[in-house]
């Protein structure tokens, strides 16, 4: 099966160049890119106009069964929890997302739909899961999450996610903004215990990541050897250092507290969410700075879930890295190659080139030139199928 996309604007998120070319895609994979492709026989054309084609975008934080208006009723049941699911997958294809990860869901949902849109049972981005959270007794995370404490405890709920299917095993190395009670600064899971934790994962080939605000919650990750710190808040000069000897990745959730701020206590965010968020605000995005500045390897995410933070909201991340310095393509890079290698999929994807897979995402304007126009995605190809149409 050949199609042919015709007059696009290709996007090269690791030259840092836009061309206008053609791409000629055979079952799913990327034949050909270049200038004025002859159409081969009995192949069917699509006319992109001269849109811009970015390679599929990735968001690597996202809470798929999680209802980001607050003032509408959560779903309570596994069904209910699946159907609204199923709707944030369709979501996340609108914006040109073409590849997730999810990082905590509830009862295994995430886990069942990655193998349901791997099937083609479901229409989706591609998915890697973790499972539930696991976090200490009462810690962030805790009413949905798997709570374990001590080591031996900790290492079984590991085994238990690798059990269960996940990708990824992720921690609670400090509290959070989401959970009442509990402070984003301070530590929880000890380094012993998510050593445990990390061993287990390595030794099946999966990955690792922790929730970690806090600076000493972060250096205790780092520490038992995590491969990737969510939210880093707090990062330091130290931390910092480490995560560049030990390669470890941020993902870095900008919009969450963008968010939260933003509609605050008026929007229908708990109080206590909105005040633990005006403390770390500032942190959030000075801290994002220095590690990009550092070399610190950054992927995208979005917290997508988290209060008025949508699952077709991985635009605003990339709006949020420019505002805080990095240019359009820089932005664009941690959403497609940089998460790609992060997935450890940066073979057969995250840049438009001959023998990788046909994920595109297809904007009217070009948003190298301006990041508001990758609020403005027209199409979105997965394996060479057109899976959204604006
Ligand atoms: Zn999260």
Redesign the pocket.
Known sequence: MKKLFKNGKVVDVVNKKVVEADILVEDGIIAAVGKDIEAPKNVKTVDLKGSTVLPGLFNC?V?ITSEPDPRKESPKTDAGMTIQAINNLQLHLSSGVTYIRD??SANFIDIELRDAVASGKVNGPDMQVSGRCICMTGGHGWATGRQADGADECRKAAREMLRAGADWIKVMATGGVMTKGVEPGAEQLTVEEMAAIVEEAHKKGALTCT?APGNTGIKNALKAGIDCI?HGIYLDDEAIGTMLAQGSWLVP?LC?PHFILKYGIAGGVPEYAVRKTEIVHDHHFASFQKAYKAGVKCACGT?AG?PYNPHNGTPNELILMVKSGLTPFEAIETATINSAKLMGVESSLGTIEVGKKAHFAIFRKDPTEDIQNIADCQMTVKNGEIVYKK
């Open positions: 934080h809470h990082v905590g929730h969510e959730t969450a917290d988290t």
